[in-house]
T-cell receptor
Framework: GESVGLHLPTLSVQEGDNSIINCAYSNSASDYFIWYKQESGKGPQFIIDIRSNMDKRQGQRVTVLLNKTVKHLSLQIAATQPGDSAVYFCAENRGTGNQFYFGTGTSLTVIP | GAGVSQSPSNKVTEKGKDVELRCDPISGHTALYWYRQSLGQGLEFLIYFQGNSAPDKSGLPSDRFSAERTGGSVSTLTIQRTQQEDSAVYLC???????????FGPGTRLTVT
């Protein structure tokens, strides 16, 4: 399943399917991006990051894709599991300081 | 090792009272951030510390909000004369170098009645 993070904040997928969570950012000067996962009642946890000199980065079951031309970031989760159910946030650093700007988040629900 | 800790985990206060929220960052992390998260919303940046100084206070919503950090470690976020709209989860994060991965605490859930 796919979501456009800011417009469709809820995504439901079947266990075992792949998930794609999207994030649009606004500042072309942004040069560092992080995806966070936030489970209910907990603080956000780092999943994966990518710098603007890369288009793709892979982790364990997760891949982040960066398209600087259209200022778009996506998180792909392979073989989604019930433990992946959480809210996912993208965060961008605009290269001029230390503040990260967070997206509104996408709630992922995995259906067993 | 120990992560970021915050206290209290929950705080219920009456409108008009002052509250103090505490954050203990990971040892050695020089950068410390405070965020506010309302129910079902994203993270709203409040303030950032590098060491004991706060070069960016741009996110503090009003002069009722203030924060300090001592010894390059513990930070306290103070909200004076609390209002109902202050009800939210207040998250603290720390990082080693600046503009790097932030490690978040579990948050303090503030409810103003």
């Amino acid at each position: 399943g796919e979501s456009v993070g800011l417009h469709l904040p809820t995504l439901s997928v079947q266990e075992g399917d792949n998930s794609i969570i999207n994030c649009a950012y606004s500042n072309s000067a942004s040069d560092y991006f992080i995806w966070y996962k936030q489970e209910s009642g907990k603080g956000p946890q780092f999943i994966i990051d990518i710098r603007s000199n890369m288009d793709k980065r892979q982790g364990q079951r997760v891949t982040v894709l960066l398209n600087k031309t259209v200022k778009h970031l996506s998180l792909q989760i392979a073989a989604t599991q019930p433990g992946d159910s959480a809210v996912y946030f993208c965060a961008e650093n605009r290269g001029t300081g230390n503040q990260f700007y967070f997206g509104t988040g996408t709630s992922l629900t995995v259906i067993p | 090792g120990a992560g970021v800790s915050q206290s209290p985990s929950n705080k219920v206060t009456e409108k008009g009272k002052d509250v103090e929220l505490r954050c203990d960052p990971i040892s050695g992390h020089t950068a410390l951030y405070w965020y506010r998260q309302s129910l079902g919303q994203g993270l709203e940046f409040l303030i950032y510390f590098q060491g004991n100084s706060a070069p960016d206070k741009s996110g503090l919503p009003s002069d009722r909000f203030s924060a300090e950090r001592t010894g390059g470690s513990v930070s306290t976020l103070t909200i004076q004369r609390t209002q109902q709209e202050d009800s939210a989860v207040y998250l603290c994060a720390s990082s080693k170098p600046i503009a790097a991965e932030q490690y978040f605490g579990p948050g303090t859930r503030l409810t103003v009645t």
